[in-house]
């Protein structure tokens, strides 16, 4: 207003005035002009500033609330410690300047490079030294593979972070960066969110009877007549019947000649168990892993597996189940979504051997960023678990014998100090698996395969009214999960014992039949056979019910001495390892072996072990303990480890 008023007085006088001389008159205008206009300009700019100050003022936020508030738009699992001290230390304020130095150095690289940060980071409203977690996150969905890999290998190693900051990555980052940090050794477990909380149970139901339902709902088709038996068996059984039908059975060149123990002794587990091995081998099948996913299997499993924490066994077929569903790449997404990763990231850092590579397989399975090969059931990588920076030179094969153990089979001798079931996994005292313990960092460079078979029907043999497969049908079906596991790729040497050594053969003398297994033969350089019958065993010269305990018939008469199909494969396969000139190292048991407390039997004598070509060793072992050395530097290890050096040494200078 006193604006207005002045300019209205100084305009009067203008006009009231005694008009002055001409030249006067001129400058006077002049300065009356310039008055006007600078009061008009100084009391504009006034007010103008007044007015942005004042809306400056209205609109001003806490930014202390607006980060409260920026960080309640995530979940967070843990609270960050309020603590002055804590956060605004000198450790603190070291790292922020770390951080924004980094930040200008990418920034600065990327405009020379002309690169994406500069674009979508030079304006983020995030700190400075939050810049690397966004950087990271977009650098994993970058379309350059390598960028990805090495952007989950940062995020793997970082250690320094703010719990929000993994929380961050553990709800933004995609499938592939979610296996990547599941598979790689170092990384935070507080990169994987818990599983999302499951359906409830319907009404008047429990567990047992929805995995009835679940198995009942598959198609009882593309099986063989065994696995149909078993379903039906698991279907309509009661817990206590099966219990008390279950029997057990002798087990041969495996995990300790054990009678196997009876599934009475968890009688509430009982049907569940006999529904989990029905669906490992349903799972098999493409079609029925459709079928138990869109039927709430993923769920209903993730649920038994969590209820059954104090039962490895029921454990490790849940995991066979996932890891045979993750075979088919289009149920990635949904195995993931369920909220398994986070399970397997946890299990793969158990000491426990088994339940670790049960995992490992599953996320190997699921890796398609890293991986081609893909691992079947029974198929188990035990070095390198994790991704690695390490090539991979050569594969080293384990067979075990039949009835035998991926993992036992090849623990450390046992002693009367230490027991197996007692003890944790010290590996520096005792391994329950000499080829991931020893082996693999004595020759990082190699991929240790171990091989399971027929593991899930042995437990059932005995009810089980189909004669049981030959070893020509086991050699088949092995030697194709083989070769999608990529052996053959590499240079490959076999160990094998007992009987395991008889499907090494016939598996050799297969690949050598068929154009497309052409490179397992031509990358095939030795073969190591700890007592392997290969002239036959003294076991089948016991009575016929003796023999009936220990083996099914039809594996009685392969063993025979009097065997054709023995006697050919012996025949057969010395002719072949001598044309494609096979490294052959062969160790032969010179103790009997005490089969419970009535059978003392010497199960490969030293000529039947003897292939005809390659060095044999005899032992002062039994026959269970020719494949399990005392300790690291005894001879039975140091000779096998000596062996693989020297028939891989070109290869893996290489």
Partial sequence: MSLATYCIIC????????PPPK???????????????????????????????????????????????????YI??????????????ITYQARKELHKAVRKVLATSAKILRGPFADPFSTVDVEDHECAVWLLLRKSQSGDRAARLQSVQEMSETHHWHDYQYRIIAQACDLRTLIGLARSKESDPRFFLPPPPLPSLKEDSSIEEELRQLLASLPQTELDECIQYFTSLALSESSQSLAAQKGGLWCFGGNGLPYAESFGEVPSATVEM??????VKHSEISTHCDQIEANGGLQLLQRL?????????????????????????????????SGWVSILAEAMKSPRIMEASHAARTLANLDRETMREKYHDGVYVLHPQYRT????????????????AAFKTWRQQDSEQVLTEKILEDEARYTTCWPKTWLARDCPALRIISVEYDTSLSDWRTRCPVERKSIA??????????????????????????????????????????PEMSTIINNTRGIIFYSVPHHGSHLAEYSVNIRYLLFPSLEVKELSKDSPALK???????????????????FVETLPTYIGSMIKLHVVPVESADLGIGDLIPVDVDHLNICKPKKKDAFLYQRTLQFICETLAKDLEN
């Fill in 568 to 586: 050919t494969l012996q025949d057969d396969f010395l002719e072949f390892a001598k044309d494609k000139n096979f490294q052959v190292l062969n």
């Fill in 389 to 404: 920076s390490q090539p991979i030179k050569a594969d080293v094969l384990f067979i075990h014998g039949l009835m035998g």
């Fill in 274 to 279: 006999f529904c989990l091995e029905a669906l």
């Fill in 76 to 89: 967070y699992v843990h609270t960050v410690s309020l603590d002055d001290r804590e956060n605004y230390g």
């Fill in 23 to 73: 030249s006067t008159t001129y400058w006077r205008d002049i300065r009356n002009v310039i008055k006007f206009t600078g009061s008009l300009i100084l009391g504009g700019s006034l007010f103008l500033t007044y007015e942005v100050w004042a809306l400056k003022k209205s609109l001003t936020l806490d930014t202390q609330v607006v980060e409260r508030e920026k960080m309640k738009s």
């Fill in 305 to 337: 597996y969590q209820l059954h924490k104090d039962c490895p066994k029921i454990q490790r077929n849940i995991m066979r189940i996932i890891g045979n569903m993750a075979l088919n790449e289009h149920l990635h997404s949904t195995i993931v979504r």
């Fill in 473 to 514: 049908f086991r050699s088949n079906e092995l030697l194709r999960k083989l070769r999608a596991a990529g052996v053959g790729e590499r240079p490959v040497i076999w160990v094998s014992h007992s009987m395991g050594g008889l499907l090494v053969k016939k598996m050799l003398l297969e690949a050598s039949k068929k």
């Fill in 11 to 18: 305009c009067r006088r203008i006009g009231t005035l005694t």
